[in-house]
């Protein structure tokens, strides 16, 4: 199991920019996959990026390609979010993910994460 404990969120104005961490402790060496989702009110949780531990590949909601950057400090078992444009759409609780299970193509739904972090807010106003 791994414990994950995100930080770096607040309020923004539209067009500003937020860095979101997510500190991974544990088994972090059995995860396969992190990912980074959120969920606002009244809404499920959508994707928003993955990066594998090694090699690093990343995938991005369309909503968000071009803004968002993911990257992972393997030495540190840190995972980051980079938002930059950001827009009020993105206002939402963000929540960093592990994945330990493999044989998927596509890591894009919750349902493929094992742990999850308590999440942080996001609130971008207009």
């Known amino acids: 199991q791994v414990q994950l404990v995100e930080s770096g969120g607040g309020l923004v104005q539209a067009g500003g920019s937020l860095r979101l961490s997510c500190a991974a402790s544990?088994?972090?060496?059995?995860?396969?996959?992190m990912g980074w989702f959120r969920q606002a009110p009244g809404k499920e949780r959508e994707f928003v990026a993955a990066?594998?531990?090694?090699?690093?590949?990343?995938t991005y909601a369309d909503s968000v390609k071009g803004r968002f950057t993911i990257s992972r400090d393997s030495a540190e078992n840190m995972v980051y979010l980079q938002m930059n444009s950001l827009k009020p759409e993105d206002t939402a609780v963000y929540y960093c993910a592990a994945a330990y299970r493999r044989g998927y193509t596509t890591f894009n739904t919750p349902n493929k994460y094992d742990d999850w972090g308590q999440g942080t807010q996001v609130t971008v106003s207009s």
């Open positions: 544990g088994r972090t060496f059995s995860s396969y996959v």
């Open positions: 990066i594998r531990w090694g090699g690093g590949t990343t």
